[in-house]
């Protein structure tokens, strides 16, 4: 951390040079080697990794127009088959197909849902643990509202009066997960801002905006990229949920929870068409919460600091 | 990760009610009825709702002047006889001695009261037709006059709307008469859990003799598969709309059996005749090539449908096959829209509400409108939003079917066709055409039945030339009960009758 205080003493190009570019790498390096050792975090990646090259070459592997929404009412409810992988669907929809585009959406919606929802919700937290007072209570009182709505039922409030499509169902998530990155933000403020290095940062005359930007943040990180990871699989699962009462993704568009819920009524007679996509949103929900823990053990030394 | 508990519950009861099923039951003497069906009623007010759930409850509480047997025709219920006095005036003799669930005789001043208060209640009134006066002349003697000749009056009569209430009961019930209900029928209303059960219990007094299961309960299950699963497990003795997947289950299982039968309804795909592309007649004839019924009868409901070309049931008086049938066929789809100036296509949605059966129809109309280049996305849309939003024309196309309850052709073509009953009443089409109206308003004020055909068949051939909407199939309706359940039979309109049912055994 005395890295940073006298960073700010030198001038700005001496800055760009001595901070972080050896330093961070090496930090990120040490993270990197904690993680690796931790074998059940590295079997999330390897599966996460495995979802990220289906979603990418979706294309490829299945194509949209002919296989995946194109109905082939005669192969209706067919079982696991050589032609067919996991089955057909109730409208003769190859399910294997299904699944690997329904990546897509799934990946999508979660990640940047979960942008978005740091973005404003660690600006938020920021400003608030910052700054604190009276604009603290103001902003962190108005997230607590936000945390009295399930978030579910947030987010369904909000497709519902919207309309059912991609972008909203994205904005729905974000808007109903920002209070806790708010939250986790604040903290790690507040537990920064104290700090030596911080009062000797305001001491010389730094801006707000720049101690906030440049040396709050990036130290308040590591709580946030935990908690990001998690999200993830969160936003996952609520998008699965908005599209299984039919608020998420339309037909015929793939997505895990519609396809769920298209199965549904088949469940004792045609028992794939329900487990296949219940399975990929369990192992993708478990790979990326082993991946969250992981990366919370081996960030937390950093944090002990 | 509050929303991962939610959903592992959820997992693990869908994985739990896979599991059960093939349990027995040993019932002793068996003295209550149970009947599941997919949704609770709204109220039991006959002229405050015209749905299915509801009028299937209030056809054990009521009876109407005359009703229908299984073939659809006219037979005495409270009335035991009436006369054509001229062509717009029938008077109906009462039958004496019938007794009210409260104690009241029934009397011609009931039966003045409900028809006023029908004819004043905006839900049922077209109901009514052109009922224009009801006179007492004694206690045992109504006369209906109407302001024109009505051709369906009899039929109308037979709808549950027409039932006949109490007029002490429902003055002294007010705003509530919809949660206690007081009629003549068989069974009478005994409690009301919401959204879960209604009780009815036999009624002592009923004209025609007090019935051998002394109650009845009308479960909600709202999930088809829940349905069939309560029947196997003992918990409902009768299901109704057994889901078309699980139709072999039932039929396969040892103590049940599946009732089929056509039904009086028609499942139907309507254009907004008023908005653009849909405006264009030629636009709604290319969809008609771009549809194949039989696909959707096959793939949704297996089987259990017929394909049809005319907007009412074969079964209804007035039906005529004579219209055009659309055969699948793209490239006649694909000429008819450039012609109509859209080469390739347009952006459409489609309504329907969250019947499961409803949405994959639209799934496939999807799939099928998609080969001639018409991207349409689905609103799937709960049932109130979906009455109000078609009802004030903010759809494109939508899906829905109507029961031609009275089995006449009046009621299954005029509130659908006729520009004076644009929206909620029925057109929601928005269809407008003079010459339509005409020939609605002819059929219906004729008294020759031979007429009437004539004028129908004219109907049935201009619709599906104009297409307001595109008739898929006629609808087979089902239900589910155990084998142990004597004398119930589906009636045509879907009111299923629970008088004369007994246990066996």
Redesign the interface.
């Known amino acids: 951390m005395s890295q940073q205080i006298t960073a700010d003493t030198l001038p700005e190009a001496v800055l760009e040079a001595t901070r972080s570019a050896p330093k961070k790498r090496s930090q990120w390096l040490e993270v990197w080697q904690h993680l690796k050792r931790n074998k059940m975090a590295m079997f999330g990646l390897v599966i996460l990794s495995l979802v990220v090259f289906a979603a990418v070459f979706a294309d490829l592997i299945a194509d949209y127009e002919t296989v995946v ?3 082939n ?1 005669s192969d ?1 409810l067919q079982g696991p088959s050589a032609q067919y992988w996991m089955g057909t669907d ?3 929809r190859d399910i294997f197909a299904r699944m690997i585009h329904g990546t897509r959406v799934s990946l999508m919606v979660g990640v940047l849902s979960v942008a978005i929802a740091i973005m404003i919700g660690g600006t938020l937290g920021a400003v608030a643990g910052y700054y604190g007072g009276r604009l603290d209570n103001i902003i962190m009182r108005v997230m607590d509202i936000f945390l009295a709505v ?3 039922l947030l987010a369904i409030a909000i497709v519902s009066a919207l309309g059912a499509n991609l972008i909203n169902l994205m904005l729905a998530i974000a808007v109903s997960s920002i209070p806790s990155y708010a939250r986790v933000v604040r903290a790690s403020v507040l537990s920064l801002r104290d700090q030596e290095f911080i009062e000797a940062a305001r001491a010389i005359g730094a801006s707000d905006t720049r101690i906030i930007f440049r040396h709050i943040v990036p130290n308040a990180l590591a709580p946030v990229i935990v908690q990001g990871a ?1 999200g993830v ?2 936003a996952i ?2 998008t ?2 908005l599209s299984f009462i ?1 608020l998420g993704i ?3 568009e793939p997505e895990w929870g519609a396809m769920l819920a298209g199965g ?6 045609a ?1 794939h068409v ?1 487990t296949f996509p ?1 399975l990929a949103i369990m192992i993708t ?1 478990l790979a990326l919460n082993l991946l969250g823990d992981g990366l919370r053990d081996a960030l937390d030394p950093r944090l002990k600091h | ?4 508990a ?2 592992a519950i959820a ?1 693990a009861l ?1 994985a739990l ?2 599991g059960c ?1 093939g349990q027995e039951e040993t019932a002793q003497v068996q003295d209550t009825l149970v009947v599941a069906q997919g949704s609770d009623a709204k109220t039991l007010d006959p002229h405050a709702t015209n749905d299915q759930p509801s009028s299937r409850v209030a056809a054990q509480i009521y009876s109407q002047l005359v009703t229908v047997d299984e073939t659809m025709k006219i037979v005495p219920d409270l009335a035991v006889s009436w006369e054509s006095v001229d062509a717009n005036t029938t008077v109906f003799k009462l039958r004496e001695g019938v007794k009210f669930h409260n104690g009241e005789e029934l009397k011609a001043s009931d039966v003045k009261f409900t028809l006023d208060r029908m004819v004043d209640s905006p839900t049922v009134a077209h109901i009514a037709g052109t009922i224009e006066t009801v006179d007492v002349i004694d206690d045992y003697t109504v006369k209906i006059t109407t302001s024109q000749p009505f051709g369906p009056l009899l039929y109308h009569l037979t709808h549950t709307a027409s039932s006949i209430l109490n007029e002490k009961a429902v003055t002294s019930s007010g705003d509530n008469y919809g949660q206690q209900p007081v009629g003549t029928g068989p069974y009478k209303f005994a409690d009301w859990a919401a959204g879960d059960t209604i009780s009815l219990t036999a009624h002592n007094d009923y004209y025609d003799g007090v019935q051998a299961v002394p109650n009845v309960k009308f479960r909600n299950i709202v ?3 829940n349905r069939t699963i309560a029947l196997e497990t003992g918990e409902a003795d009768i299901a109704y709309d057994i ?1 078309p ?2 139709k072999e ?1 039932v039929k396969n299982h040892s103590n049940l059996q599946l009732l089929e039968g056509e039904a009086l309804s028609v499942a139907y795909y309507g254009f907004n005749t008023t908005k653009p592309p849909f405006d264009n007649v030629k636009v709604r004839q290319a969809m008609g090539y771009a549809i194949n019924s039989q ?1 959707i009868i ?2 949704v409901v297996t089987g259990s449908g017929t394909a049809t070309n005319s907007s009412i049931s074969p079964r209804v008086f007035g039906y005529s096959p004579k219209g055009i049938q659309y055969q699948q066929d793209y490239e006649k789809a694909r000429q008819l829209l450039t012609e109509a100036g859209y080469p390739n296509g347009f952006k459409t949605t489609l309504w329907t509400n ?1 019947n ?1 059966v409803r ?2 129809i ?3 109309l ?2 099928q409108v998609r080969e001639i280049g018409i991207d349409m ?2 609103e ?1 849309v709960e049932w109130g939003a979906f009455l109000d939003g078609t009802s004030r024309g903010e759809h494109d196309t939508y899906i829905l079917s109507w029961v031609t309850v009275t089995g006449d052709a009046d009621y299954g073509l005029f509130p659908l066709f006729n520009s004076a009953t644009h929206g909620s009443a029925g057109n929601r089409s928005f269809y407008t055409n003079e010459k339509m109206d005409e020939l609605l308003e002819t059929a219906r004020s004729s008294v020759s039945q031979e007429e009437r055909l004539a004028l129908y068949e004219q109907v049935q051939v201009q619709l599906q030339e104009e297409l307001p909407h595109l008739p898929i199939y006629v609808q087979v309706q089902n239900a589910g009960m155990k084998k142990n359940v004597k004398g119930f039979q589906l009636a045509p309109a879907g009111h299923h009758k629970l008088k004369g049912i007994s246990f066996e055994g």
């Not at chain 1, 549904?264 to 007679?269: A, E, G, K, N, P």
């Not at chain 2, 990760?1 to 991962?4: I, V």
């Open positions: 929404i194109a109905q009412l209706r109730e409208f003769g399930p978030s579910i998690l699989a969160t699962l609520s699965a949920g039919g339309q037909p015929p549904r009524q088949y469940l004792r007679h028992w329900t219940g929900i | 990760m509050k929303y991962s939610k959903t997992v869908t009610l896979a099923g999930e088809g598969t889901e997947i699980d289950t696909d096959d793939a969250d499961p949405v994959q639209a799934q496939v999807q799939a996305s689905i799937v």
